[in-house]
């Protein structure tokens, strides 16, 4: 790419509409994510005796819904990602593509 091209595409008002969308999503999918993923890690650390509570007459504990909870978390997270970067972010995308032609 030509580096004056390059540069123009960066002051393009689309483009910086682009980026701070995405960081903000990027970052804040990434916060909650570390919350709750650190929060489980605690009560693994600092509170066993709640994770190991049975549930019911069987042996589960807590600690698997809770985990399981976890991963699921996870997965609805990155599908929110994928979702918005499918739709909102490829569509700026391809704005940005055809005004740069």
């Not at 999918?29 to 069987?58: D, H, Q, S, W």
Request: proline share 4%.
């Amino acid at each position: 790419m030509i580096p004056a091209k390059a540069q123009e595409i960066a002051r393009s008002p689309k483009y910086q509409e682009l980026v701070k969308k995405r960081s903000t999503l990027g970052w804040s999918l990434t916060i909650v994510m570390l919350i709750v993923y650190y929060g489980y890690i605690c009560l693994v650390a600092f509170n066993k005796e709640f994770l190991a509570r049975p549930m019911g007459e069987g042996v589960t504990t807590l600690s698997i819904p809770i985990g399981l909870g976890v991963i699921v978390f996870t997965i609805l997270i990155t599908g929110v990602y994928v979702r918005r970067a499918n739709s909102e972010f490829d569509r700026l995308n391809e704005e940005i593509v055809k005004e740069a032609k």
